[in-house]
């Protein structure tokens, strides 16, 4: 069963357009459902969490499926129809769109000239991602900018000062919306 929480924090996402496609929505309600609870959602859960019908978000599931963003995650009763159905899961804890968009940075920074580019989840938040350059090694402002401009997400620098090795950089990535 789904919370009421879960209802009110897809809601949001919703009302404030952070997603802009049916498959965008409903790939997000799996990730925030998953990171949550830990459980995958059957087709109706989808369907009554974000008011698509049906048969869009059959559709919308199998075209994810396809795109090998979720996999299936057994089986669980249907509270309607006390049927057994299956349920997804994306394909792991990292937002399988974040891998997408991580690996357009990438290609990004390698064709900019760096090295040992490394991504890793911020704060042990799942949907808190940050990339860092060598030993932390500072980015150009200009780079920094052609990443926002070439992908739909911001580079935010933070640093701190290490005694030992100086300035210590990395970046938090954060998706910008459309």
Known sequence: MVTE??????????????CKTQKEKIMRVINIHYNTHGKGLSNREI??????????????????????????????????????????IPVDNVDAMQKDAEGKIKLLLTMYGYKDIAFKTHNNIPNERSLTIGYFKPMKEDDIIKISNNTHNMLEE???WDDDAGRKYWYIIKEQEL
């Open 5 to 18: 929480t879960s209802r009110k924090a897809y809601k949001e996402l919703n009302e404030d357009g952070v």
């Open 158 to 160: 933070m640093s701190v």
């Open 47 to 88: 369907a009554n969490l974000t008011n698509f019908e049906i048969n869009a978000v059959s559709g919308r599931v199998n075209d994810l499926k396809k795109d090998g963003l979720i996999e299936l995650s057994g089986k669980k009763k249907d509270v309607d129809t006390h049927k057994d159905v299956q349920v997804v």
